[in-house]
């Protein structure tokens, strides 16, 4: 399989990311997006969970061989500290996937089980590795000429996930679900940008012209 095709599966793992949630909504009646999280659409007792719980594992295989493959062909070609950023990147995505996958919520809401503790856990982790690596794609795409603008979306996008985090602190619990949302949806939509770029300039990454439009 090329990597043309596989540089694709980053804005297709977007498509089934909304799909699980807006699934998720339609067969979780009751369900208030104002509020509630993500992972209640995917929580062992939750009404939604085989139809989300779907799209979901298709977001997660996509997302995954679309971030092996963003770093394989990504290594050496531009400088480390990409190199670097996009290993991070690829990690997030395999702790992620694996985590959320065997560590689903027990409940909606939070119930305190081991379970819940080990999805807490992952999450606190996929949002490390999401910020170092946002972070390395900062220095590591302004540091050169051609790709300035993929690193001005990273500080963005960096931007957009620190004030998600710091909304889910300060805003009352009945809001938290919008809080959430902006944290997660600006990595998920990130993904999908990071995947039109190398789909656009496959065969010209590395190359000395100005290639970023």
């Known amino acids: 399989m090329g990597f043309k095709i596989i540089s694709l599966f980053g804005l297709i793992s977007v498509g089934f990311y909304f799909l699980h949630i807006v699934?998720?909504?339609?067969f979780y009646e009751g369900y208030n997006p104002l509020a509630q999280a993500i992972s209640d659409l995917t929580a062992d007792s939750s009404?939604?969970?085989n139809i989300a719980r779907i799209f979901s594992m298709f977001y997660g295989v996509f997302s995954v061989i679309f971030s092996i493959g963003f770093?394989?062909?990504?290594?050496g070609k531009i400088n480390k500290i990409i190199t670097i950023?996009?290993?991070?990147?690829f990690s997030m995505n395999i702790i992620s996937f694996f985590g959320?996958?065997?560590?689903?919520?027990?409940?909606?809401?939070?119930?305190?089980?081991?379970?819940d503790i080990m999805h807490m856990i992952v999450t606190i982790l996929v949002v490390i590795f999401t910020i170092i690596s946002l972070v390395l794609f900062c220095i590591g795409f302004l540091k050169t000429k051609e790709y300035k603008?993929?690193?001005?979306?990273?500080?963005?996008?960096l931007f957009l996930l620190?004030?998600?985090?710091?909304?889910?602190?300060?805003?009352?619990?009945?809001?938290?679900?919008?809080?959430q949302r902006v944290n997660v949806y600006s990595i998920i939509?990130?993904?999908?940008?990071?995947?039109?770029?190398i789909y656009k300039n496959n065969g010209n990454i590395g190359i000395r012209k100005k290639i970023c439009k």
Do not use: D, H, M
């Open 100 to 115: 959320y996958t065997f560590f689903p919520l027990s409940e909606s809401g939070y119930a305190g089980t081991f379970q």
């Open 189 to 197: 939509i990130y993904t999908g940008i990071l995947s039109l770029w």
């Open 71 to 75: 770093f394989a062909y990504l290594k």
């Open 47 to 49: 009404p939604s969970k």
């Open 85 to 89: 950023a996009s290993f991070t990147f």
């Open 149 to 157: 603008c993929i690193g001005v979306i990273s500080i963005f996008t």
């Open 23 to 26: 699934f998720g909504n339609i």
């Open 162 to 179: 620190v004030l998600g985090v710091i909304l889910i602190n300060i805003l009352p619990s009945e809001y938290f679900g919008i809080a």
